[in-house]
């Protein structure tokens, strides 16, 4: 009993001697996985409200957006009678993400204030939240603007992709070079 308990013991031992290497890299392979795991999920998770329902379509909206972020813009200069450059200013400026430009928008819409105003309190406040901003702007929780707000960002995250239109307006009827 006792030698077939050494026998597996030095099997275990030779065999860990001859794969180290192999054993070793999976073993980093794995903690670097989960490393990235980890980070992708608090990327993901940093918007707070104060609603988890607002939070996640706004984390649904940053998803969409990256993937066409032209798009994205356009879609928000069309809907907000904003200029696609002054977008640009709230990504560059103020150091926003797609969501933070879309919840400037349509809290400036809401209260009536200047973007540049609600960018500043965003400058201010964002470590607090939108939640925290938007009650500095006068919307409360549970109000009827916050549930506007609320139901114009799932609005804003299951839209629809569309082809913005050319710079003339006219989306084009043509086949394009060479197709029939």
Known sequence: MLNSASNILRNLYNFIQKNMKKITCSFLFLVA??????AQVSASIKLKTGDSD????????NIRAKAD?????????VTY???EKD???LYIKFNMEPSDVFMTLELGNLT???????ATVFENKK???????AKELGIKPG???FHKLKESAKKNKDKKKSKPHKENGNPGKGKGKNKK
């Open 33 to 38: 996985f989960i490393i990235s795991s980890i």
């Open 54 to 61: 607002l939070d996640v379509d706004l984390n649904e909206m």
């Open 69 to 77: 972020l032209k798009l994205f813009n356009h879609d928000l200069s």
């Open 81 to 83: 009678n904003v200029k």
């Open 87 to 89: 977008l640009d200013q």
């Open 112 to 118: 009536g204030k200047p973007i540049n105003e609600i």
């Open 127 to 133: 470590n607090k939240g939108w939640g925290e901003i």
């Open 143 to 145: 109000s009827a603007e």
